[in-house]
């Protein structure tokens, strides 16, 4: 199950892997995810940090300008800079692994479309992943399972 779930940065010097699955994996169609990757959205695997097993290098976290007040830390290889995760809201025991930092980024797909209301035009998405404007409610679509994990790191 957590074959090809481990990844790194750019240069090589930041490796890591999951111990499991994520608990739910979100691609973010939002401006600041735009903005903050120069691309059309961020692809988010939500997993407990004790379970992402840091091989190599030292991620260094930048604090983000957020509307919401709400802290938001991307951490960057201190080489290379490439973002390998983001840390929402001050809540240290979540990660938010950015999937296209697997070897294989193939091995996750979006479990929900977030955000859709800013999704560049020419984007098409699937129909059966669930699509929101802007955020929604994890209480309804998160597996049982993931939601027990959740509630077991932050209550
Ligand atoms: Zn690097
Ligand atoms: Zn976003």
Redo the contacts with the bound molecule.
């Keep these: 199950m957590t074959d090809g779930l481990g990844g790194?940065?750019?240069?090589?010097?930041?490796r890591y892997r999951f111990a499991s699955a994520p608990m739910f994996v979100h691609c973010c169609h939002c401006r600041d995810c735009q903005r903050q990757t120069g691309s059309a959205f961020v692809i988010n695997a939500l997993i407990e940090t004790d379970r992402v097993a840091i091989l190599s290098?030292d991620p260094e976290p930048a604090a983000m300008p957020t509307d919401s007040g709400r802290p938001h830390q991307i951490y960057r290889?201190?080489?290379?800079?490439?973002a390998v995760w983001s840390e929402y809201g001050g809540l240290a025991a979540l990660r938010f692994v950015r999937v296209g930092t697997l070897d294989n980024p193939a091995a996750l797909a979006p479990d929900v479309h977030i955000y859709v209301r800013s999704k560049l035009p020419w984007i098409t998405l699937s129909q059966s992943t669930p699509a929101f404007d802007a955020y929604y409610d994890s209480a309804k679509l998160w597996p049982v399972a993931s939601l027990e994990r959740r509630r077991a790191i932050l209550g």
């Design positions: 790194g940065c750019a240069c090589g010097v930041v290098g290889c201190r080489n290379c800079r490439t």
